[in-house]
């Protein structure tokens, strides 16, 4: 167990006897174990809810991550008029994601796409082949297509790269919505 595991462990499991004590009711939080992401979507003026819900989107599909908004961000996210929206991504919590606004007024869904970009950040690669119900299949689909949620197969993955905490992924280095 590495030693910052053993120190959520250690404060997990005193607050599981303090809370009680104290008489304090259980919040909503990442579990003890999750590894802990931060986003910061100051960059998208137009889609702070959309950012909001992408990531509440993820964190109720998956246990082994967590992300917040705000703190030591390491996934930044910026609006874009052209070229696509994508992500440069190390592909292991860390990147930037640049919504096209040109996309969005499309039709595409803002929401979609930024849980799409966020999958690029949990280590997963484009499906464009897929169906809508696939969130990493992007806008192959259609503009038609609004589902913001990954599916069973996409979780399992995103599970997996961080069953053990922070994991490499090789992933290419652009990922454009398309």
Not at 15 to 29: D, F, I, M, S
Not at 101 to 115: C, K, L, Y
Request: with cysteine.
């Amino acid at each position: 167990m590495t030693l910052q595991r053993f120190a959520r462990f250690a404060a997990g499991a005193a607050a599981a006897v303090v809370l009680p004590l104290a008489g304090a009711g259980t919040a909503a939080a990442a579990p003890l174990d999750a590894v802990e992401l931060y986003y910061d979507a100051s960059g998208l003026p137009d889609y702070q809810a959309e950012a909001t819900q992408a990531a509440a989107n993820w964190n109720n599909s998956v246990h082994n991550v967590h992300l917040n908004d705000g703190g030591a961000a390491t996934i930044i996210m910026h609006e874009t008029t052209g070229g696509g929206s994508y992500t440069t991504t190390d592909g292991h919590g860390s990147g930037d994601i640049y919504i096209d606004t040109q996309q969005v007024a499309e039709g595409n869904d803002p929401t979609r796409i930024i849980a799409h970009e966020i999958g690029h950040n949990l280590g997963l690669p484009d499906h464009y082949e897929g169906p809508c119900s696939e969130l990493m299949s992007g806008h192959g689909p259609g503009i038609s297509c609004k589902n913001a949620m990954p599916d069973a197969q996409e979780s399992a993955q995103v599970e997996a790269n961080f069953a053990n905490g922070f994991v490499t992924v090789r992933l290419p280095e652009k990922h454009i919505y398309r």
